[in-house]
Structures are given as C-alpha cells and as structure tokens.
C-alpha cells in the first residue's frame, strides 16, 4: 500500500464544489483508502495500491472535473518523497513567518524543466534550490515590504501553466504529518 498526498490546484474552500469533505467524496468514490484532508486548500492524503503516479493523476483529474467541475490540476507524491524533501532540511535556520513565506513548488510528472530558475526572476524572492528527485522548487518570498508584491507566482504560472502547485513549507510540514499519523 502506498501513501500519496495529492495537491490539488485551484481549489476555493468557499466555492461549494471545493470543499474538503466533496473533495474526499471523490477520493472514497474512488475507492483510496485513509482519504484526509490538511487545512482547507485542496491537500488529500490517501493511501492505494496503485503505483503509476501519472495514471492517478489523470484518473483524479478526471473524476473532480466530472462531479465537481473542477478543472485546476492535480499533482500527487508520495510519502516517502516528501519525507525525504522534509529530512533535506532546505530551509536551514529560517521561519516561516507573516513577512516571509518559505515556499515549495510542485512539478507534475512530464512538466518540462531544467531544474534550474533564474538567479533572480524577482527582486522579492531567493531561490533556495531545485530538489529533483521531490521535483520541487524551493524559495523565500519576501511578503514583507508595504505596496509591494512579489512576482515570482506570476513567473512560475507563465513558465510552467497548469503543471505546478505551490504550497507554503509549513504546509508541506503538516502534509507528511498526515501521512504519518
């Protein structure tokens, strides 16, 4: 049996089709086991047999754009690659906090990239790396100068479209605790 998180692009927790207990429906209707969510912004945990990550995510996509209408995308990695992304320690010495977000940003499998990101796509962020085998880029966005706003999303969303997910470190921290618990 394996453990998958799925991060789910997209989601509203105030739209009704997106809301954590429709969004587990889809995954028992599924037939996953262990279906949870973390906090309220399209993080599922779920464990199944199945080991062809691309093929469930398509297969996921699929069914929460035919019941839900849910069009955004779904990336999924499994247990034991975030728990290593987790022991890396990326972020060494720093908080996530208000003013600075420490940030990881999923790749789908497939999604095209050299693993590497400009040295400085926006004055507001610092690229902390590429880890490759979690296909996931690391950065420090800083949130904490009045009227302004960092550009990095934006770059990421024009770079790689649908194939990408962002999700903040500490959730990325509570995702592998779900998995584990």
């Given at each position: 049996?394996?453990?998958?998180?799925a991060?789910?692009?997209?989601?509203?927790?105030?739209?009704?089709?997106m809301?954590?207990?429709?969004?587990?429906?889809?995954?028992?209707?599924?037939?996953?086991?262990?279906?949870?969510?973390?906090?309220?912004?399209?993080?599922?945990?779920f464990?199944s047999?199945?080991?062809?990550?691309?093929?469930?995510?398509r297969?996921?996509?699929?069914?929460?754009?035919s019941e839900?209408?849910?069009?955004?995308?779904?990336?999924?990695?499994?247990?034991?690659?975030?728990?290593?992304?987790?022991?890396?320690?990326?972020?060494?010495?720093?908080?996530?906090?208000?003013?600075?977000?420490?940030?990881?940003?999923?790749?789908?499998?497939?999604?095209?990239?050299?693993?590497?990101?400009?040295?400085?796509?926006?004055?507001?962020?610092?690229?902390?790396g590429?880890?490759k085998?979690a296909?996931?880029?690391?950065?420090v966005?800083?949130?904490?100068?009045?009227?302004?706003?960092?550009?990095?999303?934006?770059?990421?969303?024009?770079t790689?479209?649908?194939?990408?997910?962002?999700?903040?470190?500490?959730?990325?921290?509570?995702?592998?605790?779900?998995?584990?618990?």
């Amino acid at each position: 049996m394996y453990r998958y998180a799925a991060l789910l692009r997209g989601i509203a927790p105030s739209v009704p089709n997106m809301t954590n207990d429709k969004l587990r429906g889809v995954f028992d209707g599924l037939g996953f086991e262990h279906v949870r969510s973390v906090l309220a912004s399209g993080n599922i945990v779920f464990h199944s047999t199945a080991n062809d990550v691309p093929k469930l995510e398509r297969r996921i996509q699929r069914t929460l754009h035919s019941e839900l209408g849910i069009a955004g995308g779904t990336i999924i990695r499994e247990h034991d690659e975030l728990r290593a992304l987790l022991n890396s320690d990326p972020f060494p010495g720093l908080t996530h906090g208000r003013g600075t977000y420490l940030t990881a940003t999923f790749l789908r499998d497939g999604a095209t990239t050299s693993g590497m990101l400009p040295k400085s796509p926006d004055p507001l962020t610092r690229i902390v790396g590429y880890d490759k085998a979690a296909r996931v880029f690391l950065a420090v966005i800083d949130n904490g100068q009045p009227g302004q706003s960092p550009d990095f999303m934006a770059w990421l969303d024009k770079t790689y479209g649908k194939d990408i997910t962002t999700r903040t470190w500490l959730t990325v921290q509570r995702i592998v605790k779900k998995l584990e618990s």
